[in-house]
């Protein structure tokens, strides 16, 4: 059986007019840790990726999906999730937008004041839509945050409706070593100590393998 792997990858951005707009540091190095070691495991790879400094290189059996907002990424992942197995939802996905983007670049001049306003409107939850959806598919997220880090990701886990989540500290997200702890959907935990981005990617490659063949001859 080959096995199909969607992830999503790199921050996504949020125009506010032409030339600005807002973003995070995520720097695209797990998403395409994870995509090698899909490929090593000799799965088939489909990346989303959002505007990051990290290149990922369009092979036979890995296509790279660019994209620049969360709602591309979101057009992205339905387009690709017919195709999947598994879904990773590793991009630090941007949570709101500016309601309006300006089709002219801003001027201090036309604001008339040291304070500007921007009205942001909420971004559709991608892994949300693709758990709704995951008849027969695993489905991992990840989590990262600067505190009650273990606490947060079990309800994120449970909220999302994921198999798995990987839970980070913030330092994770442009550095390139974590040490996540992977909580599972039973409860069970797995601790992973300091370790380049490729061998984290080895330990999430390999478990969520392991889930959908559990899935598969349930
Ligand atoms: O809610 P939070 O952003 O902390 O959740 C993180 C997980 O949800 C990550 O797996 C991320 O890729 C995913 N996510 C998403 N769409 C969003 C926000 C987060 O897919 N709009």
Do not use: W
Not at 101 to 108: L, Q, V
Not at 185 to 204: F, R, V
């Amino acid at each position: 059986m080959s096995i199909t792997i969607l992830i999503t990858s790199g921050p996504t951005r949020e125009y506010i007019d032409p030339v600005r707009f807002i973003s995070n540091a995520s720097s695209g190095k797990m998403g395409k840790a994870l995509a090698e070691q899909a490929l090593k495991n000799k799965c088939k790879v489909i990346v989303v990726k959002g505007p990051s400094v990290i290149d990922i290189k369009e092979t036979k059996n890995c296509k790279v999906v660019p994209v620049i907002s969360a709602k591309d990424m979101l057009a992205a992942v339905k387009q690709n999730l017919k195709f999947a197995d598994i879904f990773i939802g590793a991009a630090a996905v941007s949570d709101y937008r500016p309601i309006k983007i300006s089709k002219n670049k801003i001027k201090k001049k036309d604001i008339g004041s040291d304070i500007i306003n921007l009205k942001l409107i909420k971004n559709p939850d991608i892994i949300r839509y693709v758990s709704n959806h995951k008849k027969g598919k695993i489905v991992v997220g990840f989590a990262l945050e600067t505190k009650n880090l273990l606490s947060y990701a079990k309800t994120k886990l449970k909220e999302k409706n994921l198999d798995m989540i990987v839970a980070n500290g913030a330092q994770t997200i442009s550095s390139k070593d974590s040490a996540p702890t992977l909580i599972f959907k039973d409860g069970k935990t797995k601790k992973i100590k300091l370790a380049a981005k490729e061998n984290i990617a080895k330990e999430i490659i390999y478990e969520a393998i392991g889930l959908l063949k559990t899935l598969k001859t349930c």
